[in-house]
């Protein structure tokens, strides 16, 4: 999992709750995403920031919100406008925004599930 | 619009019998393709990665993957699968600049290597 961290590993919500996951990163990586996992689905892209203090929607960006505030740091909020939120969310960064060359390396993820 | 296909759900082999997990892809420029591997409540874990140059590239615990550009393939291969190399395995395509030069999943393989 590299040096990237996510916390909790698991997360319980109740209906109507906004809830926030976390996401470190000690690898001195500019660009960082934010990606949900179904079943059967491969992962899909909720949001990405290539630089602090700038973020952009990704695929599925609708119910969730970031921000960015410290190149280390990407937490992502789950709020009550999200209608399907029980999913297993993943944490990435890559070397540099622009680098197409470049893997991403993954957190170990958080498991949410309303309740 | 950029692609991946992995058209087997899950990929049954015996312990020391060669194994193939197959993907392929759509993209309207050059193809950057990776391999990842998911254990059971993890995150991903990067095998390996085509950029340019040899189409035969090699990776981590002794997977290889080819790349075959006429057939839009990027299949991965390991000569003798272990039993701990079962997991689930997603093939992805960067998707140039588009979205922060974000990875497009297939819907991942399952693979389960049997002793």
């Known amino acids: 999992d590299g040096g990237i961290t996510q916390s909790p590993k698991y997360l319980f919500r109740k209906e109507g709750q906004n809830v926030t996951l976390s996401c470190e990163q000690n690898l001195n990586h500019d660009a960082m995403y934010w990606y949900r996992q179904d079943p059967g689905q491969g992962l899909r892209l909720i949001y990405y920031s290539q630089i602090v203090n700038d973020f952009q929607k990704g695929d599925i960006a609708e119910g969730y919100s970031v921000s960015r505030e410290k190149k280390e740091s990407f937490p992502l909020t789950v709020t009550s406008a999200q209608k399907n939120p029980t999913a297993f969310y993943l944490c990435a960064s890559s070397l540099t925004r622009r680098g197409l060359y470049n893997e991403q390396f993954f957190g170990p993820g958080t498991r949410l599930t309303v309740l | 619009a950029q692609s991946v296909a992995q058209p087997e759900d899950q990929v049954n082999v015996a312990e020391g019998n060669p194994l193939t997990v197959k993907c392929t892809y759509s993209v309207s420029g050059n193809p950057y393709l990776f391999w990842y591997v998911q254990y059971p409540n993890r995150g991903l874990q990067f095998l390996l990665k085509?950029?340019?140059?040899?189409?035969l590239v090699k990776g981590s615990y002794g997977f290889e993957a080819e790349f075959n550009k006429s057939q839009t393939s990027f299949h991965l291969k390991k000569p003798s699968a272990l039993v701990s190399d079962s997991a689930l395995y997603f093939c992805?395509?960067?998707?140039?600049?588009?979205?922060?030069?974000?990875?497009?999943f297939g819907q991942g393989t399952e693979l389960s290597v049997k002793p």
């Open positions: 085509y950029i340019t140059g040899d189409n």
């Open positions: 992805a395509v960067r998707d140039g600049y588009n979205q922060g030069g974000k990875l497009i």
